[in-house]
């Protein structure tokens, strides 16, 4: 299985920071046919379900604020949060689809 | 507007089998795979399985062998059985919609949380 490791795995932050979260896969996840990273990013508030914020690493998905970002390639990304608000508080998870077991990092939590 | 919603006990005995299903929205089924989440406090977010529009079916190693998944496109339905449950299983339960190919989960139902207890 790969193995995804986040860091942080809290992180507490003031209103209009700038928030960075690693997460580290065991093996690359990027797929030399196409190019791709077969990674994502999720947010999950409490009592909901997650919420896809970025996929290939680093495409936003449609109605995601500018704000997030996804970069990196191979085996290691981040997250980056600019002008942190307050509905931002939630926890972040990556999640890797390239191979099965699809499996998922342990989460950070992200407090202001 | 793409919807997904988990029914099904809320309580489970030790031994026994859950059963799940996951009703999903006009045109979901014959287009999109529908993966199986599992959320616990132990082990995080946690892949159960998905299965394609073709029917064909994958399964987390480590929960295979108690794992069952079909579709009922006569209800607009996706089900999920796991065979002896324990204390181990209990958790919330997600279905969610795969990216067209192999992709991300692009949308979740609400979750439905199960509890193996006698």
């Known amino acids: 299985d790969i193995v995804m490791t986040q860091s942080p795995d809290s992180l507490a932050m003031s209103l209009g920071e700038r928030a960075t979260i690693n997460c580290k896969s065991s093996?690359?996840?990027?797929?030399?046919?196409?190019?791709?990273?077969?990674l994502a990013w999720y947010q999950q508030k409490p009592g909901q379900p997650p919420k896809l914020l970025i996929y290939?690493?680093?495409t936003r998905e449609s109605g995601v604020p500018d704000r997030f970002s996804g970069s990196g390639s191979g085996t290691d990304f981040t997250l980056t949060i600019t002008s942190l608000q307050a509905e931002d508080v939630a926890f972040y998870y990556c999640?890797?689809?390239?191979?099965?077991?699809?499996?998922f990092g342990q989460g950070t939590k992200l407090e202001i | 507007q793409v919807q997904l919603q988990e029914s099904g006990p809320g309580l489970v005995k030790p031994s026994e089998t859950l059963s799940l299903s996951c009703s999903v929205s006009?045109?979901?089924?014959?287009?999109?795979?529908c993966s199986w989440i599992r959320q616990s406090a132990g082990k995080g977010l946690e892949y159960i399985g998905r299965?394609?529009?073709?029917?064909?079916?994958d399964s987390n190693p480590s929960l295979k062998t108690r794992v069952t998944m079909s579709v009922d496109p006569s209800k607009m339905q996706f089900s999920l059985t796991l065979s002896s449950v324990t204390a181990a299983d209990t958790a919330i339960y997600y279905c969610?919609?795969?990216?067209?190919?192999?992709?991300?989960?692009?949308?979740w139902g609400p979750g439905i949380l199960v509890t193996v207890s006698s």
């Open positions: 969610a919609r795969v990216f067209p190919g192999v992709g991300p989960l692009d949308y």
């Open positions: 006009d045109g979901f089924i014959s287009n999109y795979a």
């Open positions: 299965i394609y529009p073709n029917g064909r079916t």
């Open positions: 093996q690359s996840v990027l797929y030399s046919s196409n190019n791709k990273n077969y």
């Open positions: 290939w690493a680093s």
């Open positions: 999640h890797q689809y390239y191979q099965s077991p699809f499996t």
